[in-house]
């Protein structure tokens, strides 16, 4: 006997990788709609956001707002924060980082259109990667706001004009383009070059979201 009422049953996607290179991972389906709903909820009732000057090209990087002193412990429950291990854990693997996990302190971005972040690299731990969740409630193609990144480390991009924006250009890697599709998860290795492209006039007022933090191995 069948025992269907009729009523929907809400399918819940687990994380899933989505494509990778040599040095970034990309893993969509984080979090359960639910989750991410709440999660949204929280960040704009709850958490103080302020100016962050960039550190890398002040002058044409915009204002970017920044929430730091926030956990994952305390910012999202245990079923989300399982997720969240999940999917870095699938990021790493492909990394070649089979213990990869995410530390528990981490950043919330906000990034208005005409703001993004020049060439740079993160430095730190040569075995070390950072983190990336998009959680704004919509974004387009044509926003802007993508992460771009040579997938090679920084060591084989040629030092000849000591001048970063000249020097990529003979840079061995391609350029990869990663879109910050809302409830995507982003694992890349530390000492890459990358950049965020400046959010787009389209976008009006909406604004490119984001977690940051590391990722230890």
């Not at 709609?33 to 103080?48: P, S």
């Not at 970017?64 to 999917?87: F, K, T, W």
């Not at 990034?111 to 070390?128: E, R, S």
């Not at 919509?138 to 030092?159: K, M, N």
Request: net charge negative; hydrophobic share 35%.
């Amino acid at each position: 006997m069948s025992t269907n009422s009729g009523s929907p049953v809400e399918s819940v996607l687990p994380p899933e990788m989505a494509f990778s290179g040599n040095r970034y991972a990309v893993v969509d389906n984080v979090f359960t709609e639910e989750q991410l709903q709440a999660i949204l909820l929280r960040e704009r009732r709850e958490l103080e956001f302020s100016i962050s000057q960039s550190p890398v090209n002040p002058l044409f990087d915009g204002s970017p707002q920044r929430s730091s002193g926030q956990y994952l412990s305390s910012i999202l429950d245990d079923a989300a924060r399982e997720r969240v291990a999940r999917a870095v854990s699938l990021a790493g693997r492909s990394l070649s980082m089979d213990a990869a996990r995410p530390y528990d302190q981490i950043s919330f971005w906000r990034y208005p259109q005409g703001c993004g972040l020049d060439w740079h690299d993160d430095g730190g731990d040569v075995g070390g990667a950072v983190f990336i969740i998009y959680i704004s409630p919509e974004w387009r193609a044509t926003w802007g706001g993508e992460l771009e990144l040579i997938d090679s480390p920084v060591d084989d991009v040629p030092c000849q004009f000591w001048d970063l924006s000249k020097d990529l250009m003979n840079a061995p890697g391609p350029r990869i383009c990663v879109a910050p599709r809302p409830n995507r998860l982003v694992v890349m290795k530390t000492s890459t070059f990358h950049r965020l492209r400046a959010v787009h006039a389209r976008a009006g007022d909406s604004l490119r979201q984001s977690i940051t933090g590391f990722v230890s191995s």
